[in-house]
Every structure is written in structure tokens, then in C-alpha cells.
């Protein structure tokens, strides 16, 4: 965002009046002035209840920053604003997150796999300014939270929003994916891609993933399979949103990847394996090149006129100052 001026002169002639007025002010002094004392000849002179010297100076101060002001105002000038315009449609990308208690295992390099995975999920979106990116949590149920979208401020607050259980305590993979499927399938997008994000395999839902992932083929529809965490004993630690209790601990992680690639492979999609942090980002990494679209973008400048406040706060100060000199002063100055 920039400032300019229609009639530049404008702020220059200001510029210079606002130097000559001071300097007239400041060494010219009135040869008819007079210094009367006020009060009985011989008596107590008069002393005003106030400062009139400041008060003058004060007048004298908004008087001229509001002659200023108007001159500012009648220069034309108006902000311009650049913006970026995408002149083709990027991808449909749908993340369908496991967002079961088991995502609350802490093995990625001190934070848990769902934190982890929502930070990559928000930094891919961030990215990827002309997708549509929308949200699947999955539980014991499924459900569409944002569907395709390329507002960032709508998607990342429900992202941020999401809680570990809010689904229930299961993992219905198959359901998840089929929501996802419902919502992209008639997309006009040039591509589209459905994530899935787990820990786990499908213990829940009356859809089978495979059964979902053939729908997925058969729609056009690309999909990705991350196998988040590691085997073996991991600490856990999460709020239960439903009962509003904390469960700490540990429990021991059966993380088998083959069910997981068994649904990419039915899907002719990718399985990516994650049990670190480093591999997790790895994976994105390769997501974001494996979906990459040329995209053709363009410069709209806009432009805002913002005289309007500089003449209201030019009539105010203006207004002031001749209220103090009549009401205050008694019109003596």
C-alpha cells in the first residue's frame, strides 16, 4: 500500500505557506502592540485564571495544521492498494484428519501427530493460495467442517478450532474418505485431491475404505495416504472435549502401515510414510510437488480517495480554535 497525490504542487506550496507563516510568527513582531497592565493604577494588576499565551500559541497551532490539512485535502490524495489475481483455478485439495485420541501420541519430536499434522496442513493451504482447500475430521463418525475454499481466514480458524476426540473415540477412515469424494467428485477444478491423515487403521463406519477408495479412482479423484507415528510406547496427553477431563499417560502404538497402503494402492493413489516430524514435512514436501499446477496470476491496483477525513479533521480543528477565540477569549484575538 502506497500514498499519493493527484496534484502534487499542492503539498509543496503547503509546505512553503507553513514555513512562512512560522517564521513571520516567530521574528516579525506587531509594531503597534501595546502592553497595557490591567487593574487600579497603584493597585493589584490583573492576572488572567489562565495561561492566555499558551492558549493563543494553541490557537495559533490549530489554525495552522488545519489550513495545512486543507491544503492536503485539495492536493487529491488517495492510497493505492496492489493485489494479486490467480487467472486459473488451482486444485481441489480435501484433508481428511484423524483426529481420534490415539493422534494425541507425542512422537513428533515433542509435540503430538495431530499438532504436527495441523501445522503442515495450515503451512500447505498458506502456500497454496489459488487451491481450494477443504476439511474432513474423522472419528467415530465423519464430517465435512470446510468444504472447498480458498478463503484462508475461514479455513484456518475451523482448522485451529479442531480438538483431538471431537469426532469420538473411533477411526472410520472409509467414512471420511467417501465425504470427501461427495464434496469433490462434480468439481470443475484441474485437478482434485483428497489427503488422508492417520494413525490407524479403519475400525469404525459403515464404509469400507477400500470400497471408498475405489470411488475415489473412479471419480478422478487423487489421493494421498499419510501413515503418521511410530510403533511401540508413546507417551499421550489430550483433553477429552466431551467430558472436559485430561487424560495423561502412555499406551503402546500397533501402527501397521500395509492396511494403509492397500487403500492408496486401491485408489491408484500414493502411500507416504511418517513417523517422524522431519518425514512428516518430507511427505508434504512431496505432496505439494507430486499436485503442483502452473499457475498464472496478475497485478489489480486499486485506488482510495482519502480527502475526506483530512477536510473533516481540518473543520474541526478549525472550528475549535474559532469557538476558544469568541468563547473563550471574548473575540479579543
Known amino acids: 500500500m502506497s500514498l499519493s497525490f493527484e496534484r502534487p504542487l499542492l503539498i509543496l506550496l503547503a509546505v512553503l505557506a507553513g514555513f512562512l507563516i512560522l517564521g513571520i510568527n516567530r521574528f516579525v513582531k506587531d509594531p503597534f502592540a501595546l502592553k497595557i497592565p490591567l487593574g487600579p493604577p497603584g493597585g493589584t ?14 490557537i495559533f497551532i490549530m489554525e495552522l495544521a488545519g489550513t495545512l490539512l486543507l491544503f492536503i485535502a485539495a492536493s487529491g490524495p488517495y492510497l493505492i492498494r496492489s493485489e ?10 480435501i484433508f481428511v484428519v484423524d483426529v481420534s485420541p490415539s493422534m494425541a501420541g507425542i512422537d513428533m519430536d515433542g509435540i503430538n501427530r495431530f499438532d504436527a499434522a495441523r501445522h503442515l496442513v495450515a503451512a500447505f ?26 478463503d484462508r481466514e475461514a479455513f484456518n480458524s475451523r482448522l ?6 471431537e469426532m469420538g473415540d473411533g477411526t472410520a477412515l472409509g467414512l471420511g474418505l ?5 464434496h469433490i467428485r462434480k468439481s470443475s477444478a484441474p485437478r482434485k485431491v483428497a489427503v488422508l491423515i492417520t494413525d ?3 475400525n469404525a463406519g459403515p464404509v469400507h475404505p477400500e ?44 501402527f501397521e502401515p500395509e492396511n494403509l497402503k492397500t487403500i492408496a494402492q486401491r485408489a491408484g493413489g500414493t502411500y507416504l510414510s511418517a513417523p517422524s516430524a522431519k ?19 496478475g497485478l489489480l491496483t486499486k485506488t482510495h480517495s482519502v480527502h475526506r477525513p483530512l477536510i473533516i479533521a481540518a473543520l474541526i480543528l478549525l472550528c475549535f480554535a474559532r469557538f476558544v477565540r469568541r468563547y473563550v477569549l471574548g473575540a479579543l484575538l
Not at 485451529?160 to 476426540?165: G, K, P, T
Not at 467417501?178 to 461427495?182: D, K, M, N, Y
Not at 518425514?279 to 498464472?296: D, N, S, W
Open 200 to 202: 490407524g487403521e479403519n
Open 45 to 58: 494588576p490583573f492576572v488572567p485564571p489562565f495561561k492566555v499565551e499558551l492558549l493563543i500559541r494553541l
Open 178 to 182: 467417501s465425504v470427501a469424494a461427495l
Open 279 to 297: 518425514a512428516f514435512a518430507t511427505a508434504f514436501a512431496r505432496l505439494h510437488e507430486g499436485e503442483m499446477i502452473i499457475r498464472r496470476s
Open 211 to 254: 470400497t471408498a477408495a475405489a470411488v475415489l479412482r473412479e471419480e478422478g479423484i487423487s489421493l494421498w495416504v499419510i501413515g503418521v507415528g511410530s510403533s511401540g510406547e508413546v507417551p499421550i496427553d489430550y483433553v477429552d472435549p466431551r467430558t472436559r477431563m485430561r487424560r495423561t499417560g502412555s499406551f503402546y502404538s500397533r
Open 125 to 150: 493451504a498458506r502456500e497454496r493460495p489459488s487451491d481450494a482447500v477443504g476439511l474432513v475430521a474423522v472419528g467415530d463418525s465423519a464430517a465435512l467442517l470446510v468444504p472447498p475454499t480458498v
Open 160 to 165: 485451529q478450532s479442531l480438538h483431538i476426540a
Open 84 to 93: 494479486t489475481v490467480w487467472l486459473n483455478r488451482g486444485a481441489d485439495v
